[in-house]
């Protein structure tokens, strides 16, 4: 079978297939563009989880030094309450 494909036709194809060329073109840079903006906001997100863990971990080791402090405070109180509680009997 022979296709003949007149001058006309030709420059019709041509220009179809430079339109798609330019279409495929224009979504790969798209796909591309969205990639980018991808890997910058899970570098972003990655970044904040970094900070809250930190924050976190700031956190509490703060608040068991609060605890541990706390414990401390109460330990004297109660080897000091009895005898406070002597003083002010005898008063």
Do not use: C, W
Not at 39 to 51: A, F, P, R, T
Not at 66 to 80: H, I, P, Q, T, W
Request: glycine share 2%; proline share 2%.
């Amino acid at each position: 079978m022979l296709i003949l494909i007149f001058p006309e036709q030709s420059k019709k194809i041509k220009l179809t297939a430079q339109s798609i060329d330019g279409r495929l073109n224009e979504m790969l840079s798209l796909v591309q563009d969205l990639r980018d903006k991808l890997e910058k906001e899970s570098n972003k997100l990655e970044k904040e989880k970094q900070d809250r863990e930190r924050d976190v971990k700031s956190l509490s080791t703060q608040l068991d030094k609060e605890r541990a402090d706390r414990k401390e405070d109460v330990e004297a109180l109660r080897r000091v309450s009895p005898y406070v509680h002597v003083r002010s009997l005898s008063s």
